[in-house]
C-alpha cells in the first residue's frame, strides 16, 4: 500500500536558519505529493505540491522537488522565522484513491 | 470565502457515552472527508462523502462511529459509545471535486476520560 516516512521531530532552529525537513513515499504509479502546515491551534493548510517527477513545488519561501528515483520530496527553507513554528505533514495522493498523510515533523524556530 | 465550520473546538466525555461533531463545508465543495488525528500521527481519514452519499467508509469503525451528510452540505460524525483510544482531533475538510486540493477546519479535540 501507499505509505509516507517523514524524519522525525521536533526540529529546533534559530531564526535565519536552514531547514530541510526529509520525505520519503512508497506508492505505485505515480502519485501527488504535497506538503501541509499545521499551525497551533488550527486545522492543515496546504503549503505546496508537485503532481510529476522533477516539479518543485514552492510557497512562502519553502520548496520541495518531486524526487522519483530517490522517493523522495524534501522540504526546504533558506532561512526560517519565529512565524514558522509547527507542525509539517507530508502526503501523497494517487489517483483514484485518497490522500496518506505522514506522521508529522514539529518545527520550532527560536528568535 | 467562509472556510470549513466545524464545532465544538473541545469535547470532554467520559468512556462509554455519546458526542457529536457538526462541519459545515465550504459552500459548494460537493466533496466532505472526516479525519482522526491521533496525538502524533497523521490524519487517518475515517469517511468521505460526495454530495450526501458515501464514497469511501471503509476505515471507519462501523460499531460506534456513523456519519451522515442528509443535504449534502453540513455532515455530523457520531461516536456512540466513545473509548478512550477515541481521544483524537477530529478534523473536517471540503474539495469542490473528489480528490482536488482539500480544505481543513480547525478540527474538534475530543478527549475521553
Known amino acids: 500500500g501507499n505509505s509516507v516516512t517523514q524524519m522525525e521531530g521536533p526540529v529546533t532552529l534559530s531564526e535565519e536558519a536552514f531547514l530541510t525537513i526529509n520525505c520519503t513515499y512508497t506508492?505505485?504509479?505515480?502519485?501527488?505529493l504535497f506538503w501541509y502546515v499545521q499551525y497551533p491551534g488550527e486545522g492543515l493548510q496546504l503549503l505546496l505540491k508537485a503532481t510529476k517527477a522533477d516539479d518543485k513545488g514552492s510557497n512562502k519561501g519553502f520548496e520541495a522537488t518531486y524526487r522519483k528515483e530517490t522517493t523522495s520530496f524534501h522540504l526546504e527553507k533558506g532561512s526560517v522565522q519565529v512565524s514558522d513554528s509547527a507542525v509539517y505533514f507530508c502526503?501523497?495522493?494517487?489517483?483514484?484513491?485518497?490522500?496518506?498523510f505522514g506522521p508529522g515533523t514539529r518545527l520550532s524556530v527560536l528568535p | 470565502e467562509a472556510g470549513v465550520a466545524q464545532s465544538p473546538r473541545y469535547k470532554i466525555i467520559e468512556k462509554r457515552q455519546s458526542v457529536a461533531f457538526w462541519c459545515n463545508p465550504i459552500s459548494g465543495h460537493a466533496t466532505l472527508y472526516w479525519y482522526q488525528q491521533i496525538l502524533g500521527q497523521g490524519p487517518k481519514l475515517l469517511i468521505q462523502f460526495q454530495n450526501n452519499g458515501v464514497v469511501d467508509d471503509s476505515q471507519l469503525p462501523k460499531d460506534r462511529f456513523s456519519a451522515e451528510r442528509l443535504k449534502g452540505v453540513d455532515s455530523t460524525l457520531k461516536i456512540q459509545p466513545a473509548k478512550l483510544e477515541d481521544s483524537a482531533v477530529y478534523l473536517c475538510?471540503?474539495?469542490?471535486?473528489?480528490?482536488?486540493?482539500?480544505?481543513f477546519g480547525p478540527g474538534t479535540r475530543l478527549t475521553v476520560t
Open positions: 506508492a505505485t504509479g505515480y502519485p501527488s
Open positions: 502526503a501523497l495522493r494517487n489517483y483514484g484513491q485518497n490522500f496518506v
Open positions: 475538510a471540503s474539495s469542490p471535486i473528489s480528490l482536488y486540493e482539500q480544505y
